[in-house]
């Protein structure tokens, strides 16, 4: 079942088709012959075996415990696993007490009998939209030429290559500035980005708590919508595909588009050109509020900064930062120089742009690129940290812009450039709108695919 769907995986479970037990054996083998070891930070093989055999009584009873019982799914490692250490990505975090229950939502996958297969690698402490890790290794990016490393994305790195390799069908990730929908288009599968609150937080290691949210990593955005709604009690999605021509898209004409690359650019064009033929409505709008972030950004400084650098300060000032990743290091130091004022005013900025942007958008999704270029090559960065913060920078610039807003989001494969590495098509909506969100995105996948 190499890159079958979760929803696929589930209808053949039902079916008595595919048993859990040799499901579960499956992405082992299957990892072990993809042979790159930075995937896993920790496999949790005891464990997926004895959810896979309690699996696999429910559903000969006919009793499944949800419409994903039996499905694997491996969780970026900031999720509390009971009885293991968090790492976050990190070496300093090793002498942390073990985690004494699951995460919420970990807990709320078990009872849905869900197969745990482990925690997979992350950027440190999930700061960068690049994906290396210097502990653990980096990922590696499937769509790369031969002979290349291209970066995974990140914070969630492995999330977006566990899936896009094929080795489970699901991954869960966390998105403070677009680590998750970053991954999604640098690997070409699907990320969705929840609104704040969606889920619970509880044992997730946290990066900036006020932005900070999490989702899941598919290869189809009808997986997206059956793990959402799984993980909110729930025994099928509440969000059904609309048509195409029912929609109505907004393009806003600031920022968003700046230093895209030509090949992000045709393939957006291109997807724009299909939702019209389509009968959607697209219309160009004027978004001020994007510009006044960036300049209130240049000015005070990044949220998610100043409040890394309150969970972090004594990491980062003291003897642990050598044993740290020296751009994490510098990217939270950074907010050293912000004063209460400065986070006092993002703070009031955010609730107000939140407000007038959701006013002006109305109904409407939101289109963008999800990432301004397609995944870079990995060794020019690893040799010179301005270079990284560039590329970092310019990644993460739309997806930042949304999590500062609270939008919801999902980020589609929508091409490929020159060297076959994918393009991704984001879709975005105003906080609390994500059923709508994902309605659209059910309705409009293969239109944006192509």
Known sequence: MVHATATEISERLRTGKLDPVTLAEEVYERLEQHGDSAIYIETTRSRAMVEAHASRLRLQAGLPASPLDGVPVAWKDLFDLKGRVTTA?????????????????????????????????????????????????????????????????GSSSASGVVVSAGIVPLSMGSDTGGSVRIPASFNGVVGYKTSSRRYSMQGVYPLAPSLDTIGPLAHTVADCALFDAVLRGKDRPEAEAVPAKTLSFVIPDQILFDGVMPAVSANFDATVARLESAGAKVTRISLPELSELSDLIARHGFLAGAEALMIHRDRVCGPAAAQMDARVVRRIKLAETMSAVDVLMLQEARYRLMASTAARIANAIVLCPTT??????????????????????????????????????VSIPNGTDADGMPTGFLLSA????????????????DIIRG
């Not at 994500?434 to 059910?442: M, P």
């Open 430 to 445: 105003p906080t609390g709108q994500d059923t709508a969100l994902l309605r659209a995105a059910l309705g409009c996948e």
């Open 89 to 153: 990505g990190a070496v300093v975090t090793r002498t942390d007490p073990p985690a004494t229950a699951d995460a919420q939502v970990v807990a709320t996958a078990h009872r849905a009998g869900m197969v745990t297969t482990g925690t997979v690698n992350m950027t440190e402490f999930a700061y960068s939209g690049i994906g290396l890790n210097p502990h653990y290794g980096t990922p590696r990016n499937i769509h790369a030429p031969t002979g290349q490393t291209r970066s995974p994305g």
């Open 372 to 409: 301004a270029t397609t995944a870079m090559e990995t060794a020019p960065l690893e040799a010179d940290q301005d270079e990284f913060f560039r590329h970092n920078g310019l990644t993460l610039r739309n997806t930042s812009l949304g999590n500062f807003l609270d939008w919801c989001g």
